[in-house]
């Protein structure tokens, strides 16, 4: 009975691994996987404690671009220790070896490929084929999808160098609407939502199923892909609201889109619900006439101010559906909250 039980334990750790590596390699779906979730924990934790009241970009950008190599690392380790812990109980339970030092010897041979004490039995040796299967699976693991993760990264990267060599290096809504109309093309800034549009769904699409990735940070110490999204919501925001233009619908989609892509990055890193508090901190009317005032002498398409009031509120609404996440996914990245105002002050506007 206890070889039974043993098998049963190794059999069920071994099918954990196989889907927790299927989860997050082939599937295209958030999951919350204790491995996966495990292995997060321990290295957000282990950065946390590294970089502990820190929050200068030059001490914290070094340390952040360790966080996703320690964490596939880890990830790998782990399911190098499983795959091999159950082997060792199947070794074990199902009577290929006779001592637990075998079954540990042996399960650590076939897993490593060396095969230097495959068991002498019959049923031993069929066991090792699958287990030496699942050794070369784990290093192509390790080698094929990183390559696909960095690939994701310089995606992002790509859009957020363009953002900060047009806005600056302390980019905000405002900026890029005055980028807009120096380059001309503020009366239809269509192709410019399209083309953030898609970069939103391809975070949505990526950072929610890999949560890691959002922890990955920019190439650039000075740049944050968070800062470069609140940029763009907030411009597309202020122009889908306040702006006479051609692309009010692809504004308003594009802040559509950036929505739900934080909303699901910030469900997979942790949030369980909204916090009003936090919302109603991150949005205010005197930020909204402050703008306008701004952008009054730089761009003739503002709309007349007896809507003034419709415009604020219509502002106000779609500021506050992705604000609340964009702080929390900000928090948890270690991106100063106070670089995601749309309207800095005048010593340190750029």
């Known amino acids: 009975m206890k070889h039974v039980l043993v098998s049963i334990v190794g059999l069920w750790l071994l099918f954990l691994i196989l889907r927790s590596m299927i989860r997050i390699a082939l599937i295209n779906r958030h999951y919350q996987d204790i491995f996966a979730g495990t292995a997060g924990r321990v290295v957000y934790t282990a950065v946390s404690l590294r970089l502990g009241h820190k929050r200068d970009a030059r001490d914290l950008h070094p340390v952040l671009l360790w966080f996703f190599p320690a964490y596939l690392l880890l990830l790998i380790l782990v399911y190098f220790v499983g795959a091999m812990t159950a082997f060792v109980l199947l070794y074990w339970g199902i009577g290929a070896v006779s001592s637990w030092h075998q079954a540990f010897l042996a399960s650590g041979s076939a897993l490593n490929t060396l095969g230097f004490a495959t068991p002498t039995t019959v049923v031993g040796q069929w066991l090792a084929i699958p287990e030496g299967a699942l050794g070369l699976g784990i290093v192509v693991f390790l080698f094929t999808f990183i390559p696909g993760y960095q690939t994701v990264i310089r995606s992002r990267e790509d859009k957020t160098s363009w953002l900060y060599v047009r806005a600056g290096e302390r980019p905000t809504g405002i900026a890029l609407l005055e980028w807009c109309h120096r380059a001309g093309i503020a009366g239809n800034m269509r192709d410019v939502w399209e083309t953030w549009e898609d970069w939103f769904r391809m975070l949505g ?70 916090d009003p508090a936090q919302v109603a901190a991150c949005t205010s009317q005197e930020e909204y006439e402050s703008v306008r005032r701004r952008l009054r002498s730089a761009s003739p398409l503002l709309a007349s101010v007896p809507d003034l009031d419709k415009q604020c509120q219509e502002f106000l609404m779609l500021r506050r559906q992705y604000q609340e996440a964009l702080y929390f996914v900000a928090r948890h990245t270690f991106t100063p909250v106070d670089r995601l105002l749309m309207d800095l002050p005048e010593e340190v506007e750029t």
């Open 205 to 274: 699409d990526t950072h929610s199923v890999l949560p890691m990735l959002a922890l990955s940070p920019s190439v650039q110490r000075n740049q944050s892909w968070v800062v470069a999204a609140a940029t763009v919501l907030d411009a597309a925001t202020f122009a889908a609201c306040s702006l006479v233009t051609k692309d009010a619908e692809a504004a308003r989609i594009c802040v559509r889109t950036g929505t739900r892509a934080f909303l699901a990055i910030a469900d997979s890193l942790g949030r369980t619900c909204s």
